[in-house]
């Protein structure tokens, strides 16, 4: 787990959630010191990913929620604010949805209230569920092979330097695929309209992987978000961070201003 910054009376603590196949700090790096200067963070990798939790049972984007609420309380932490990213945009939902009691407010990053909705959604995310029963079955041996092919090719197109590389090398191939399976199974349509807490989305209007429609469709959804546009791909946060940050800053403020009943900077545009 990584923790930045300190706790301020009366505020919230920013918990970073990232996105599918990365990491904590993979995901997260440059907002790390931004954010700490005025909030309290911490950041830890899902199940499955880097270093986060080994369990024999399979990947739910539901436990994923359960296990931040149960670090929560390990920390003692009785408000948070939930920043999720593409897949952790997701487990931030249901943050909400399952622990409202703690949740003072969202921030939601290059994220959707569902991912399956195009032909070829569905032929990707079916293609996953086949992978991750295949995963279940392969024997330790076969995963480990696997996951190393896997990683030569995300290495090699993320362009990720021997940092990154490790950071990857940690992941369980199984707890991916069923991750990735998990996705494409998500959908907040339902219940997402009854979101009662401060929620600020920022869409990546440059994104191919989760088209901005989408992710604007999500905010629309939420009665009262804030959107906050920033002009960068799906890997804004590592790869465009000068334009990243300042939106994220910016959405930040807005929610955890709002719950002190500040007025916060909405509909923004970085880059």
Known sequence: MREAGRARAGEPTLVLLHGWTATADLNWYPVYEPLARRHHVIAADLRGHGRGLRRPERFRLADC??????????????????????????????????HRNRVAGLVLCATSRNFRETPGDHLFFNGLTGLAVAGRLAPPEVREQLLARY?????????????????????????????????????????IGGVDVPTAVVVTTADTKIPPARQRKLAASVPGAAVFEVDADHHACPRRADRFVPALLDAVAHVVGAGRGVDGRADSAAG
């Open 151 to 191: 990683l030569e090719v995300r290495i090699d197109q993320l362009d990720l330097g021997p940092w990154g590389s490790a950071e990857l090398a940690g992941h369980d191939l199984r707890c991916l695929l069923e991750a990735g399976a998990s996705i494409g199974m998500f959908s907040s349509d339902r219940w």
């Open 65 to 98: 929620a359960d296990d931040v609420a149960a670090l929560a309380d390990q920390l003692g932490l009785s408000s948070i604010v939930p920043v999720g990213y593409s897949m952790g945009g997701l487990v931030a939902q249901l943050l909400w949805r399952r």
